[in-house]
């Protein structure tokens, strides 16, 4: 079969987004959830073998009123250990007195207060994946205490982080929010929760009070655990827990429930200061449980036991009379209902055991085989049993033993559901993602190996995909890989993505990694056969590797090396601004090289010969390398020929010099990653309310540098449509409140501006349609090769638009340096220095990235902008929300690539392989990082920040793929019709 | 080209990098509690002080480029005036590229112009000292195939081994190691001492070991 190289490497890219998709399905464990989300189950019954209990509803609440004291930040030895003893003595006092029941909740990563909420409230795990996934929703969707308690008329107050508030929007009849946003404020946020104190303790119209304070986690991160202001805080919070528990008391009398008071963290403190990671000082937080119904215990004092945080919803939920949440994968606190009766302690125990199992049957194909459930079962028929002998009327010692013998089953049997359940989150699905790994390596071999070819002057090849699909070898590999695959998925013992799929999927996928195998082998014997003798050729004429053809390849490979490293992740746009800046200079050097020595380069030329051995030495050094994507280009010699004079010659010299400016300038508009991301830069003094006058002006005046730098290649029609959306966009910016409007000066009312915007989607429309008409004009009719250019420079416009109306109004200057650095790089650098297409496309990539950061983008999924998702839409729509944040996140790369696209096919009409050689290194320059990432990860995946860096690295380089595919596809297409028409 | 030119260069080169090493112990001698690293910048004044002094009087001594005709006195100054023009310019040179590079414009301006200096120091005052104030002679000299004797062999190989350690100097200041040398400028420093130092210590081999294929072309 032949292909062109850009058909081919976009269906490369095509089927190694397949392999990236199955490895991360295998890679990001689907949190256990229940299926059955709208109904509401009853709850279960008491069994009962034979009769018929008479307790079929929900036990009554053990206790009439809750209040949650949460501090953020709390760590278990703050409470626990020394600090505790000296900084919280009344909390020390009823710990060792015995009024409490106090535990070690353990936290899982990531140690961050929105999960951990949603951990206690939910009784849930939450995986990682569930984060990108509600991503657009602040609202808690899922089964919580909070809905519980709602829906049970009970009336919630809350007071503290208002985090709480965008989780359960409508749940609170009374609340105040502060915003943890101003780290250094320590005092504040706390007040602001305690001066409400007074009057809600007075007032009997509450039944569930939540208080969560932020200043201990505040002094954690700007001063650490050890700093003296962390003492006085938590006398501070002792107080307060003292006040609220003496409250609590009085108004306790004989007849009513007793009240419930729980004091606990959402997440611990590493010895710095910040959380996140999984240390066990992260994780480790104390839970306290104050009531006056706990029976007092005998003076000697334990340590607190190690329970999961997750525990707490579902002993609140039994607590409170409500059903336990159904995502819960918490066990109840013993502890807490032992001092209800045999009766009523075996019915929460089943409850619980109930409620777990179901969520164990949804989850976990062959849940029978699971220990936890059979104990369960078990169980269960004891307790019916024991049920029928109490209905009797048998009241005996012995049916207390028996009581007794049942509950610890059922604890046992509680035990281990939980934990079942909770590995189930926790693991990887090897197989899956071994699958994945290799279709990807697959590809990227294939890709790497036919880079030779793919480069050639004709960019066409032969695949030879009919032999391979007919050897001996093929059938042999996909008989042994089905019998792998057959053998691998009847003896897993859990759920596994890859067994679950149809195996009609599955034969398709092995067909695809032994037809892969063959191809690759046969391109191997092709390559050892025939190429052995012009190797040397090719050494020959590519000895004219230049500076900058090695800093490509060298900035490449650091750049793979350096995603191994979890800081280099957090802090990748370090690596781009410098390789980009490293390249800017590189290309000044050529550049002055060009000019001053133009006279003498001939001259010099013919003392070639004296370095010939080292140069030799030097290729070999380089063959051994075989990922270099630009083989054997013929990179020609800028000639002295033509010169520009004067004034050009000036402007080629400062070219790269105001392109080294722009990129600093650009740098500091945001600050991201992680290090210094709370340097102050451009970004935030912009978008501060102070200073909207300058960010007005500033905004109008990108959009203005906009409309210069688009227009000089559109056609009349799109000029007109790209004022006047550039306008619009303007007046958008304005209705929001982010600029003013010299003719309105009372803006009072803030409306979304959804007219504004769509006015302008209207211009986009148009402005693509007009690209798209022009394009399938000069397909069909094939008349003339400029008016495919200006379709594409159109497309190009058309995106510049939309990405200017969905970037905040403080980024457009990114879109204006974006534009001017690639009008002059198209008219200084790339055109004088006659640059082949490789260069060009790899220069575009790095420049794509590096702009991916000058967004404000980083590696960590707290960067994306969400809002984009709402421009010009009323409300939450899934899919074009979906579509907008992701051309907003990836505005840099794209535009960047679509220009690359429009400059080949305006520049390099009469090569039709520029097109199909630049499509081919933009999918190898960008499959190289993913492959390498892909293996990384499945090396590092017991790794410490494996939830918190890496596995966002990846979901960024798996969409990114995802973009790649697109655009190769694009570019394809682009590249048939150049093809067709001779 | 003669085998006691690569001699001269050797020890020449030799001398060198002995004074660096100096600069790291000798001044804990007179200053109180002086390290590299905590007292980086007197370091950096020391080192590049004890360079330049050592290049100059190696210069003087060994005289590599045969003096020009024209050795008039006003002419001496006049290029001695003309190199400490040209110094200071690549000094702000290296200073502004170091910004361009993500450098605080403002904070640590000290540290960030030592670091020009420094590197100014192993990088333009040898090519001044070897080819002088002479723009023409650089531009040939930092192309390819420009050199015309074992001393501008060297001189591009030590140029190309400072530039390159200070560049690879920065990589290490991400990382989250908290090590004292993470900070802004010491690594990058270190680098480009390093790298200095290894171009010294290479240079005289690899003209060596290249002796053969080393033709020089007479200007």
């Known amino acids: ?982 | 080209m003669k085998d006691t030119d690569i001699k001269r260069l050797f020890y020449a080169h030799l001398f060198c990098v002995f004074s660096i090493i100096l600069t790291t112990f000798t001044p804990s001698l007179f200053l109180e509690d002086f390290s590299v690293l905590e007292t980086h910048l007197t370091w950096m004044c020391i080192c590049s002080v004890c360079v330049t002094i050592v290049n100059v009087v190696l210069y003087l001594l060994i005289k590599p480029n045969p003096s020009s005709k024209r050795s008039s006195i006003s002419h001496k100054i006049s290029r001695l005036l003309k190199s400490c023009v040209y110094f200071f310019i690549s000094c702000l040179l290296y200073h502004a590229i170091i910004v361009l590079y993500g450098a605080p414009l403002i904070e640590l301006m000290l540290e960030t112009f030592l670091f020009a200096v420094l590197l100014s120091t192993f990088t333009t005052l040898p090519c001044l000292c070897l080819l002088g104030p002479n723009i023409k002679a650089w531009l040939r000299v930092f192309t390819k195939n420009g050199a015309t004797s074992i001393w501008d062999n060297s001189l591009q190989i030590t140029t190309l081994s400072s530039v390159v350690g200070a560049w690879l100097g920065a990589f290490p200041i991400p990382l989250d190691w908290e090590r004292p040398w993470q900070v802004w400028p010491i690594s990058c420093t270190l680098g480009a001492t390093f790298g200095y130092v290894a171009g010294l210590l290479i240079s005289p081999v690899w003209i060596y070991r290249n002796r053969k294929q080393l033709t020089y072309k007479s200007r």
């Open chain 1, 1 to 982: 079969m032949r292909l062109g190289s850009g058909a081919f490497a976009a269906s490369c890219v095509v089927i190694e987004l397949l392999g990236v998709a199955v490895f991360l399905r295998g890679f990001f464990p689907v949190s256990v959830r229940s299926a059955s989300r709208a109904r509401l189950l009853p709850p279960a019954p008491e069994p009962a073998a034979g009769t018929s209990s008479n307790w079929t509803q929900l036990p009554p609440p053990l206790f009439r009123k809750v209040v949650i004291m949460l501090v953020d930040g709390l760590r278990g030895d703050f409470v626990f250990g020394s600090k505790g003893v000296e900084f919280m003595p009344y909390t020390t006092y009823l710990i060792e007195k015995g009024f409490t029941h106090s535990f070690i909740a353990e936290a899982k990563p990531p140690t961050v207060t929105l999960p951990r909420i949603k951990a206690l409230m939910t009784g849930s795990i939450p995986g990682f994946i569930d984060a990108v996934r509600n991503f657009n929703s602040p609202v808690l969707l899922e089964d919580n205490l909070i809905g519980q308690a709602k829906t049970a008329g009970k009336r919630i107050i809350f007071y503290g982080d208002d985090t709480w508030i965008k989780l359960f929007p409508k749940h609170f009849v009374e609340y105040d929010g502060t915003t943890s946003f101003f780290v250094s404020d320590f005092r504040e946020v706390d007040d602001n929760i305690t001066r409400h104190l007074d009057n809600v303790l007075k007032r009997e119209d509450w039944d569930m009070l939540i208080l969560h304070y932020l200043g201990l986690d505040h002094i954690g991160h700007v001063t650490g655990p050890h700093s003296p202001l962390v003492g006085p805080k938590l006398k501070e919070m002792d107080y307060i827990l003292k006040k609220i528990h003496i409250s609590l008391l009085s108004k306790e009398r004989e007849a009513s429930l007793p009240h419930l008071l729980v004091l606990c963290g959402d997440h611990g403190m590493s010895e710095t200061g910040g959380h996140g990671a999984s240390s066990v000082e992260e994780v480790s937080t104390p839970l306290v449980l104050i009531s006056s119904a706990f029976q007092r215990k005998s003076g000697n004092f334990q340590p607190p036991k190690h329970v999961q945080q997750t525990d707490l919803a579902a002993t609140l939920a039994v607590g409170l009379g409500l059903p336990i949440p159904k995502n819960s994968v918490g066990s109840l606190l013993f502890p807490v209902v032992e001092g209800a009766t045999m009766r009523e302690q075996l019915r929460f125990l089943h409850l619980n055991s109930v409620q777990l199992s179901r969520l164990l049957q949804e989850n976990v194909p062959m849940f029978e085989k699971d220990p936890g459930y059979q104990q369960f079962k078990e169980s269960e028929k004891l307790h019916g049993n024991w049920i029928k002998l109490y209905l009797e009327g048998n009241n005996s010692e012995v049916l207390l033993n028996l009581g007794r013998k049942v509950l610890k089953q059922y604890l046992n049997a509680l035990k281990t559901l939980s934990m079942s359940l909770s590995k189930q989150v926790a693991q990887y699905d090897m197989y899956s993602m071994m699958v994945g790994t290799v279709i990807v390596l697959e590809v990227l071999i294939l890709l790497l190996l036919s880079t030779p070819k793919a480069l050639c002057q004709k960019a066409e090849f032969e695949i030879p995909l009919s032999t391979s699909l007919l050897s001996l070898l093929f059938f042999l590999m996909l008989l042994i890989l089905s019998a792998v695959h057959v053998i691998i998925c009847t003896s897993a013992e859990r759920s596994c993505y890859f067994c679950s799929i149809s195996w009609l999927m599955a034969v398709g996928v092995m067909m695809l990694i032994s037809a892969l195998l063959c191809v690759i082998l046969s391109f191997l014997t092709n390559t050892f056969e025939n190429v052995r003798p012009p190797a040397k050729n090719q050494a020959a004429s590519s000895s004219s590797w230049s500076g900058l053809d090695l800093l490509i390849l060298f900035g490449t490979l650091g750049h793979v090396l350096s995603l191994g490293a979890s800081s280099f992740i957090e802090e990748e746009h370090q690596t781009w601004y410098f390789l980009i800046n490293t390249l800017c200079l590189a290309l000044g050097h050529e550049m002055c090289r060009n000019h001053f020595l133009g006279k003498d380069f001939d001259h010099n030329l013919t003392m070639e010969g004296d370095f010939q051995k080292d140069t030799e030495k030097i290729l070999q050094y380089k063959n051994d390398h075989v990922d270099v994507p630009e083989y054997n280009k013929t990179h020609k010699l800028p000639s002295s020929l033509e010169l520009p004079e004067g004034y050009e010659k000036w402007l080629g010299l400062a070219s790269p010099w105001l392109i080294l400016i722009c990129c600093r300038l650009l740098r500091s508009l945001n600050q991201t990653g992680v290090q210094w991301a709370h340097r102050p830069d451009f970004g935030h003094w912009l978008t501060s309310s102070d200073h909207k006058a300058a960010l007005s002006v500033l905004a109008f005046l990108s959009l203005v540098m906009i409309f210069i730098l688009v227009q000089r290649r559109c056609s009349p029609v799109s000029k007109v449509a790209m004022a006047l959306g550039l306008l619009g966009i303007y007046c958008y910016r304005a209705a929001f409140g982010n600029v003013f409007l010299p003719w309105q000066r009372d803006n009072k009312d803030i409306s979304k501006g959804i007219i504004e915007a769509r006015f302008v989607y209207v211009f986009v429309l148009g402005i693509l349609f007009t690209g798209t008409k022009d394009l399938l004009k000069s397909q069909v009719i094939s008349t003339d090769v400029s008016i495919k250019s200006r379709g594409l420079w159109e497309i190009y416009s058309g995106l510049v638009l939309l990405a200017a109306l969905l970037l905040r109004p403080h980024n457009l200057p990114i879109l204006v340096f974006s534009l001017l650095i690639q009008a002059v790089m198209a008219k200084c650098i790339w055109k004088p220095l006659k640059h082949d297409a490789a260069q060009i496309t790899i220069m575009h990539y790095w420049f794509g990235q590096a702009f991916f950061y000058f967004q404000g983008n980083s590696n960590n999924l707290a960067t994306l902008d969400v809002s984009a998702g709402f421009v010009g839409l009323d409300h939450y729509v899934e899919l074009p929300a979906m579509f907008l944040t992701a051309f907003a996140t990836y505005i840099g790369p794209i535009l960047w690539a679509v220009h690359l696209l429009s400059f080949l096919s305006s520049e390099n009409t009469s090569r039709n392989s520029a097109m199909g050689h630049a499509c081919f290194c933009y999918a190898v320059i960008c499959s190289i990082p993913v492959s390498a990432y892909i293996i990384l990860v499945t090396s590092l995946r017991y790794h410490l920040f494996i939830w918190s860096v890496f596995s966002p690295k990846l979901l960024y380089e798996g969409m990114h793929l995802l973009l790649t595919a697109t655009i190769c596809v694009f570019f394809t297409a682009m590249d048939q019709t150049n093809l067709i028409k001779p």
